[in-house]
């Protein structure tokens, strides 16, 4: 069994930053990709952004160049540094993250529980 468990959502002005925190537990035999998305009221669950376990990162148009994604392998870990942020970032964020449990499993989806942001204005 394998859980995404994140971390560091809140309340934040308009222009203020978070950064969020997301960590695999369970049994992990390695990790592809990871990504965090998110998902407002009455919309659709979007990409925010992604990346690969080299390091390669990719982002919303709607979030570039105020969104940094990173990811600790050592860890399990990958962050989402929100700067700039803006009334309309306020969504519901859950991590994703292809892994393996085992060596000749194949890589699985799973998705962490999610933690609100709020951007107030």
């Known amino acids: 069994q394998v859980h995404l468990v994140e971390s560091g959502g809140g309340l934040v002005q308009a222009g203020g930053s978070l950064r969020l925190s997301c960590a695999a537990s369970?049994?992990?035999?390695?990790?592809?990709?990871m990504g965090w998305y998110r998902q407002a009221p009455g919309k659709q669950r979007e990409l925010v952004a992604g990346?690969?376990?080299?390091?390669?990162?990719n982002y919303a148009d709607s979030v570039r160049g105020r969104f940094t994604i990173s990811r600790d392998n050592a860890k399990n870990t990958v962050y989402l540094q929100m700067n700039s942020l803006k009334p309309e970032d306020t969504a519901v964020y859950y991590c994703?993250?292809?892994?393996?449990?085992?060596?000749?499993?194949?890589?699985?989806?799973?998705w962490g529980q999610g933690t609100l942001v709020t951007v107030s204005s």
């Open positions: 994703n993250a292809l892994i393996r449990s085992r060596i000749l499993d194949r890589f699985r989806e799973v």
């Open positions: 369970g049994t992990i035999f390695s990790i592809n990709n």
């Open positions: 990346i690969t376990s080299g390091g390669s990162a």
